[in-house]
């Protein structure tokens, strides 16, 4: 026995029809808003998380330069 798809073209109203294509419309809007959402919230947090990271780097690398300096100081 074959199962008919509940919307199927020609069936109903044409009003309902287009109800449930602006529910459908709706529904995806809305799931849209809310991955941008994360999206935008998860791009923060790596913006925020690559500046950490940048800063710790620059950090790391004055205190290279420093020590460097000093071996080099102390090898002559």
């Known amino acids: 026995m074959e199962m008919a798809w509940p ?3 020609g069936s109903g ?3 309902s029809k ?3 294509d602006n529910k459908i419309e709706q529904a ?3 799931v849209k808003s809310h991955l941008m959402l994360a999206v935008r919230e998860e791009v923060e947090l790596l913006r925020k998380q690559i500046n950490q990271l ?3 780097n620059a950090q ?3 205190e290279n ?3 460097r300096a000093l071996r080099d ?3 002559q």
Do not use: P, T
């Open 18 to 20: 287009i109800a449930i």
């Open 65 to 67: 330069y420093i020590l």
């Open 28 to 30: 995806m809007d809305l």
């Open 7 to 9: 919307f199927v073209v």
């Open 54 to 56: 940048s800063e710790r």
């Open 73 to 75: 100081r102390h090898r």
């Open 13 to 15: 109203s044409s009003s």
């Open 60 to 62: 790391l690398e004055r």
